[in-house]
């Protein structure tokens, strides 16, 4: 990181009247030396910029002001409000004798309260973004207005946008999505595990409320229905995933190395042949392929008139067999991604290395020992942690394959090959215990995050981002 | 204060009067959810509607959601739920706690006068209609080729797995399903209910469930057993299948594939502790509610009424072969000679009421009968202990 | 390579037969594992042309009756289950939702790549925690706001929900741009080009692996995903996508009647991403190495 592109922006900047974070004062500062306009645009935003001829950006800042306040009072207080009971009011019913039938009385919707609360709340974050911006360009007009330098037209503001403040063009949308479609959800989520928003408890007939650490302590302590199956399941999970990933990792690479050694021909074909199977999608596939592996399926039967075996081999139905089978279908599934990304890292592996190898006489296993697979670990390393969460979190295979099954009687809910996801999945689509399935969420990300950081550390091959080139 | 409430009641009164009134002119919404098979019956049913109230634009949409899905898909978002949707009856209480469900309160005599009562019943809680009773279907007996058992044969379960091994075919039943596998517990005198605080009440655990158990371990490990869901009923039966427990949904395609071997008559005995016990079965209802949060009340009422009624059954039964509940159209000769809903009601002598199965039941029970498929070597007793504590919760 | 190459010329005799027995080994392994890789899917295509189409499970593979029946009453049979209807759909959300997510993630990728601001670190540091939640519970709150603003069940949701989370996919987009050298930045910057057109004009144009990559991926999602369409589009089937039109014909209530018809369907929706696939190959392999895994 010699010179690049921002130490010269920099070096443009230096130049500027204080545009940047480095050289601007305290927040505090600011409304201290920023004269009477500046305390007024903390209260009526974009008065600053008014007072000193910037009439656009000064309306813009107002009409968010006005914006936000009846945002709150049409919309956000009305949820707000009930955020702490989370409603109290529930639907009823009045007989209404002139028509001869019951007539709603409409109740409070704790989902909605909760829900719109979060949005609400949310919207405080850019309030105070605002806010804060608009004290400091009021501050800055103020400056520039003492030491007699022109005002930028809000043209100019605008094009900086472009190359200066270019990042807040590039992000603003993105972040707009990310926030309403993601993390919104998620912090709802966050808060629904520690309600009792379970099957008893249905907006909008019924209403829930705040129950405190409960659910957690019922998965982890009080309730044994949930503790067995959680432990069961999160060891599963955990055997699930490294085995699914060191599987598919390790034949996708054979595979790639198969297909690449040089003397084979077709190369293109073979590839493709693996590569169709990226192409159906994985719900048809793996429904075809529990189809042939059932009980009666045509697996079965072909191996019955072949006269191979008398009863059906159970598959998918018998506990350990099943967790076998998850494992090898989910090779058919992931290995040919693995052979696709191996494929082009393969052929980076310098030459040089294998040709000493030859003339030692070193045999094909130990170049694969000895040279491929340490750097193909050394390279693919957070690729290994990505595929290893994504694994822990295989919603897909394990569902359409198994739904989980076979059913365990010891597990609430559950069965043998079902993973953390797809039991909360099961939790919320057919019994809709929200709260149990939340709280169990929320515990999934713990493992993977605390997962993630160590392994990240861990990993050699994360090279500082910035030592490219 | 009583005042007031008066005064209210009298004002809300008045706009309901106008809304109703308002509504001849207005165009009326409404949703109906019915299962796949039951789309063409529906359609009809509601231009008929239509046709009957001339004086309202109606604009009614039919979508598909299957009478077994109906809660599920109903709490995913009850405001954007159909107004009127067809359930099992075992969704009752669920769908009652979580207020799914207007009470019926209009023509209440004239509906409780046209139904079974053992239907009306299957729709009612704590003394309350919740539904319109549309088909009594809900409930399994055994379908079988004459050309394999006797009607000798049929009337035990031992009986049957003997003359089916001497033939090379099997006995079907979908012993890994709650609802099936019920039969052989309720047989044995085994209790389902529901307490005063609304949990669920299960014995299956105590000597009568043993002896249940044993027996459905000796008919799981049978050679002439066989398991799977429906599309292996239909799919093999005539070939490999020569009798299957079903129901009413699956007549037509087994009537097809059997031909004039076709047959179907009540659940045999089984050898429960020494003695031949009959096997029960779950009776449940189909029925027709109205959500709790339609935008039309009134004219929801209508057409539910409607989609319900004699002739609306009579439809059902001569398209669908729907075991009608209402007493008139039960009464046609059609439907007395036609042989799965004989089979049906000579079952129903053993039959016990679904309404009183929770959700919490399905799994657990399921558990227990993929353990016998699997031939599970676990002790019997501690397998049905462990079933019933998750069903109690 | 080419070295490599020369250097065999000169290997002995017997380690020639050596080589062409491995070669041969590999050939055969390649072949077991190729039919054992294609037997679902020529399964598919067996079923899709099956003419017992009333049967469910045949214990055969080969169909006694070929027919394209299974095909034509996709289109034809219309009044439940309109295949065309969901075909369409598909097609514009898919389209939509590439446009945007590849837009969104390749601006979010360049901005931590290149541009150095107060909050990157944070941001991508709350990107990688937000990844890592699973995706289901969120579903619900979405569908809400959805409806709040008047989305719910339409096909606008649908294109939003895909793109939505566009922000979180940066990561490969970004392990690209950094093996960009920056230099060519630099050499722009000198010669007066802004950010913006640093971007546009020479980072992009130098990135088609990676744009073709983020374009596919974003592409196909909207034709496999089927749980993100029953939470948005609930009962409403006109705006189904295939893939979730599909997975109605197969559950519990429709399968005995569509299976055959499903299998029809699912080649349908096989065969334009495989072509996709086929053709942009050459990109998504060094997309993914060049991005992933930093090579």
């Known amino acids: 990181m010699s010179a690049n592109i921002n130490t010269s922006a920099q070096g443009k900047r230096a130049r500027k009247i ?104 949310a919207t405080l974050v850019p309030l105070f973004m605002i806010w804060r911006n608009s004290v400091k360009s009021s501050y800055l007009a103020h400056e520039r207005k003492l030491a007699g330098i022109k005002q930028p037209t809000f043209l100019k503001d605008v094009k900086t946008l472009l190359d200066l403040r270019y990042h807040m063009t590039l992000m603003s949308l993105p972040l707009i999505t990310l926030t309403l479609f993601t993390a919104l959800p998620i912090i709802f989520m966050v808060a629904i595990a520690f309600t009792n928003f379970d099957a008893t408890h249905q907006p909008p007939g019924k209403l829930f409320t705040w129950v405190g650490l409960t659910n957690f302590r019922n998965i982890f302590f009080d309730n044994p229905k949930y503790k067995n199956s959680f432990g069961g399941i999160l060891t599963w999970t955990f055997i699930w995933a490294i085995f699914a990933t060191v599987t598919n990792y390790l034949l996708g690479m054979i595979l790639a190395l198969m297909i690449n050694k040089q003397g084979i021909k077709l190369k293109k074909l073979w590839r493709t042949c693996f590569v169709i199977t990226i192409a159906v999608p994985q719900f048809v596939s793996l429904m075809l392929v529990s189809r042939m592996f059932a009980d009666t399926g045509i697996v079965n039967e072909t191996l019955k008139n072949w006269n191979w075996i008398k009863d059906p081999i159970k598959f998918l139905t018998d506990p350990t067999l099943a967790r076998i089978m998850v494992v090898i279908i989910n090779m058919w599934v992931g290995v040919p991604y693995t052979m696709l990304m191996t494929t082009g890292i393969l052929m980076n592996i310098p030459a040089d290395l294998y040709e000493s190898a030859n003339i030692d006489g070193a045999t094909a296993y130990r170049q694969f020992v000895s040279i491929t697979l340490p750097y193909m670990l050394f390279v693919t390393g957070p690729y290994l942690i990505t595929t290893f969460v994504g694994n822990i979190n295989n919603f897909n295979v394990i569902y359409l394959l198994t739904s989980g099954g076979p059913l365990n009687q010891n597990y609430y809910q559950a069965g043998d090959t079902d993973l953390l996801v797809t039991w909360l999945y099961k939790l919320t689509v057919d019994r809709s215990d929200y709260n149990l399935a939340s709280a169990i969420g929320i515990i999934i990300f713990v493992i993977v995050a605390a997962f993630s950081l160590l392994a990240y550390n861990f990993t050699g091959s994360v090279k500082k981002e910035d030592q490219f080139s | 204060m009583k005042n007031l409430r008066k005064i209210v009641s009298v004002v809300l009164a008045c706009v309901l009067m106008m809304s109703a009134v308002s509504a001849l002119a207005d165009k009326v919404t409404l949703k109906v959810w019915g299962s796949n098979d039951d789309q063409k019956v529906l359609g009809e049913l509601i231009e008929e509607f239509k046709a009957a109230n001339p004086d309202t634009e109606w604009d009614i949409s039919l979508g598909v959601v299957g009478e077994p899905d109906a809660r599920a898909r109903y709490q995913e978002d009850p405001a954007a739920a159909a107004d009127v949707f067809a359930f099992a009856n075992d969704q009752l209480i669920d769908l009652v706690n979580s207020g799914a469900l207007r009470r019926i309160t209009l023509n209440l005599d004239q509906i409780a006068a046209a139904n079974t009562a053992g239907s009306i019943e299957s729709a009612t809680l704590d003394g309350t209609l919740y539904g319109y009773p549309k088909s009594a279907d809900n409930g399994y007996f055994m379908y079988y080729d004459k050309s394999v058992f006797t009607e000798e044969d049929v009337k035990t379960l031992d009986g049957m797995l003997k003359k089916a091994n001497e033939a090379g075919k099997k006995v079907f039943m979908d012993l890994s399903n709650g609802w099936y596998i019920a039969s052989f517990f309720l047989g044995a005198g085994g209790q389902l209910t529901v307490d005063e605080n609304g949990k669920q009440v299960c014995d299956f655990n105590n000597a009568n469930g043993l002896a249940a158990a044993e027996a459905i371990k000796a008919f799981a490990a049978d050679p002439a057993f066989l398991t799977g869901d429906d599309s292996v009923l239909v799919g093999m039966f005539g070939t490999t299948i020569a009798a299957g427990v079903s129901g009413t949904w699956n007549a037509t395609v087994i009537a097809e594939k059997l031909g004039e071997n076709y047959a179907a008559c009540a659940l045999p005995t089984f050898t429960c502790g020494g003695e031949q016990v009959p096997m029960a079965s779950f009776i449940g209802t189909k029925v027709v509610g109205v959500n709790s949060q339609t935008a039309a009340p009134l004219q929801a009422f209508q057409l539910a009424e409607f989609i319900t009624n004699e002739a609306a059954q009579v439809k059902f039964f001569e398209q669908r072969e729907l075991g009608p509940t209402n007493i008139a159209a039960a009464s046609n000769p059609a439907v007395l000679e036609n042989i799965a809903l004989a089979a049906l009601s000579a079952q129903g002598v053993n039959g016990v009421s679904q309404k009183l199965v929770l959700g919490g039941y399905w799994t657990p029970a399921e558990a227990f009968g993929l353990a016998m498929e699997n031939k599970s070597t676990e002790d019997l007793q501690s397998l049905l202990d462990k079933m019933v504590a998750q069903i109690v919760e | 390579m080419s070295t490599r190459e020369i250097e065999h010329v000169g290997l002995s005799h017997s380690m020639k037969r050596r080589k062409q027995i491995t070669n041969a080994a590999i050939y055969v392994t390649l072949s077991l594992l190729c039919i054992f890789w294609l037997l679902p899917i020529a399964w598919l295509v067996l079923s899709s042309l099956r003419g017992e189409t009333k049967e469910m499970y045949t214990s055969y593979i080969i169909p006694k009756q070929f027919t394209l029946w299974n095909y034509t009453s996709l289109f034809t049979d219309t009044k439940l289950f309109s295949f065309p209807r969901w075909y369409l759909n598909t097609l514009l959300v898919a389209v939509c939702s590439c446009a945007i997510t590849t837009f969104l993630t390749l601006m979010v990728a360049y901005t931590y790549s290149r541009l150095r601001f107060k909050w990157r670190k944070r941001f991508m540091n709350i990107s990688l925690v937000l990844g890592m939640f699973p995706g289901f519970m969120s579903m619900i709150a979405i569908y809400h706001f959805l409806k709040a603003i008047g989305l719910n069940q339409s096909l606008v949701a649908l294109i939003i929900v895909y793109s939505g989370g566009a922000a979180l996919g940066y990561y490969v987009a970004k392990g690209f741009f950094d093996t960009v050298p920056k230099a060519l930045d630099e050499a722009a910057s000198i010669d007066g080009l802004t950010r913006n057109g640093i971007f546009w004009k020479i980072i992009l144009p130098t990135s088609m692996p990676i744009v073709a990559y983020t374009a596919l991926t974003a592409f196909i999602a909207p034709w496999v995903d089927f749980i993100f369409v029953s939470v948005i589009m609930k009962d409403n089937y006109a705006n189904y996508t295939v893939a979730r039109g599909l997975y109605m014909m197969i559950d519990r209530e429709h399968m005995s009647e569509y299976y055959t018809r499903f299998c029809a369907g699912a080649v349908l929706v096989a065969i334009p991403i495989t072509a996709l696939f086929i053709k942009m190959q050459k990109y998504y392999v060094s997309g993914v190495t060049g991005g992933a895994v930093k090579g």
Do not use: C
Request: no cysteine.
């Open chain 1, 18 to 121: 204080p545009h940047t974070d480095e050289h601007r004062p305290k927040f505090i500062h600011q409304l201290a030396n920023g004269g009477a306009e500046t305390w007024l645009s903390a209260i009526i935003f974009g008065f600053g910029s008014f007072v000193n001829g910037q009439i656009i950006k000064g309306l813009l800042y107002l009409a968010s002001e006005v914006g936000f306040i009846l945002f709150y009072l049409t919309f956000g207080w009305g949820y707000v409000k009930d955020l702490l009971t989370l409603g109290t009011v529930q639907q009823g019913w009045v007989f209404n004798e002139a028509i001869g039938i019951d007539e709603l009385a409409a109740g409070q919707n704790s989902m909605l309260i909760l829900l719109y609360s979060v949005l609400t709340i």
